[in-house]
């Protein structure tokens, strides 16, 4: 195999064969997946979640992770968000002419890795070359399809007041750390939170009767999400400003930069509206998960004002945050 991309491998002749069967099969493989059809044939017993996403970060290297690994945390968080058990994956590659094969290769190893590890199959795919100057190297699209938890029902009409709202981590790290890395900003290497949430499931299976809606706070971050839950609704959710947990590298950062981490992007953190009775219990249980440590309790459902995100400071004073309005950073996802 040659040491770079060339507009052959895009071609469906010998060489687009060799890219697949000696560098992307044997790293994924699985019984539908070497069949190597137009499709694959799935086993579902239940109802399905299905999502779709695609990839275009910039720099597809960065600390923390890679193109490769958020392609597969970002669908499967999806499908994990809509209260499934994700099972499959479809993977497309566009590749720009002159891509390195080796660094082909270190992504499709990280999608593999965290793939293997989430449990879940790619089972489908395709590959395109675009010209030299029109792809930034890569690009990646996945769908994936996830098996529906029982019983599991979710969605902004049942939030009622006095509900919780729990995040599973510290704010703002992916954002910021692209960024960083996109414009060494600062010496220290500030780590994506790029993970999967598969440690989500057995909690989702515990307290479905208590869980109202699940979000994964992506472009826009934290504030901007929040503001999804209670568009067109009667009721508000007032945050604590104190009680969010952000990093002190980040925090450090965003201050520099003048960035609010409420609105930066993460790619490993999963935003929990819940019953006022289960918040502590369920709490305690996400504790006790390695990559869901640093979980709190962030704030509630209020009804002194309608459809509005607001934030208590430390001192007591209280604003509105709105939507992300403009564009922080594009190519962060």
Known sequence: MEEIISMSYGNGGKKTSKLINE???????????KKLGDGALLNISNEIAFSTDSFVIYPYFFPGGDIGKLSVCGTVNDLLMCGSIPKYLSLSFILEEGFKIKELEV???????????????VVTGD??????????????????IGERIKGLQLGKHKIEIGDKIIVSGSVGNHGISILCKRENLLEQNILSD???LIDLIDILQEYKDDIKILRDPTRGGVATTLNEFVEDMKFSIEL????????????????????????????GKALIVVSR???????????????FQNSEIIGEVVDYVESKVILEGKLGGKRILDKLSYDILPRIC
């Open 277 to 291: 009775d289960a918040c502590d219990e369920l709490l305690e249980k996400l504790k006790e998960k390695q990559i």
């Open 107 to 121: 992504i499709i190893n990280s999608i593999q890795k965290v793939a293997k590890k989430i449990g879940v199959k």
């Open 240 to 267: 604590k400003e104190d009680k969010i947990p952000i990093d002190s590298d980040v925090k450090m950062a965003a201050n520099l930069l003048g960035l609010d981490p409420l609105y930066s992007a993460n790619e």
């Open 127 to 144: 590959t395109k070359v675009v010209d030299k100057g029109h792809g930034h190297g890569i690009y990646i699209n996945t769908a994936g």
């Open 23 to 33: 560098l992307i099969v044997p790293k994924l493989k699985n019984d539908e997946l």
């Open 194 to 196: 790029c993970a999967p």
